[in-house]
């Protein structure tokens, strides 16, 4: 069982980057997947959230990043997706992803205690430069 977050790089103000997170044995359609990001000294943040297809895909977004990034899920790949737009410096972080309970409201609206979710992939480093 493993949940691993890739596509990460150094970019540009301005500049774009899609972000993938796999999983592996299980299936990533029985829960809700949510991309996080932490910089260094400051507390992990929650980015967005996508709920399960039984639960019509819909996404949810904190105001940071409604707008610039949008997530998405491939249920053929077992794969969600966070593509990212108009990237700032002040998104140079280590993204990660995790999996939720897919009817917990509180992990639909990121409101949950990290210790809620239920799979966390490995990061990767997201690097903008101005």
């Known amino acids: 069982v493993q949940l691993q977050a890739s596509g990460g790089g150094s970019v540009q103000g301005g500049g774009s980057l899609k972000l993938s997170c796999t999983a592996s044995?299980?299936?990533?359609?029985?829960?809700?997947v949510a991309w996080f990001r932490q910089a260094p000294g400051k507390a992990r943040e929650g980015l967005c959230v996508?709920?399960?297809?039984?639960?019509?895909?819909?996404?949810y977004y904190e105001p940071s990043v409604k707008g610039r990034f949008t997530i998405s899920r491939d249920s053929a790949r077992n794969t969600v997706y966070l593509q990212m737009t108009s990237l700032m410096p002040e998104d140079t972080a280590v993204y990660c992803c995790?999996?939720?309970?897919?009817?917990?409201?509180?992990?639909?609206?990121?409101?949950?205690?990290?210790?809620?979710?239920?799979?966390w992939g490995q990061g990767t480093q997201v690097t903008v430069s101005s």
């Open positions: 996508i709920a399960s297809p039984v639960n019509g895909n819909t996404a």
């Open positions: 044995g299980f299936n990533l359609d029985d829960y809700a």
């Open positions: 995790a999996t939720g309970w897919a009817r917990s409201a509180a992990i639909l609206t990121l409101l949950a205690p990290l210790d809620e979710y239920t799979h």
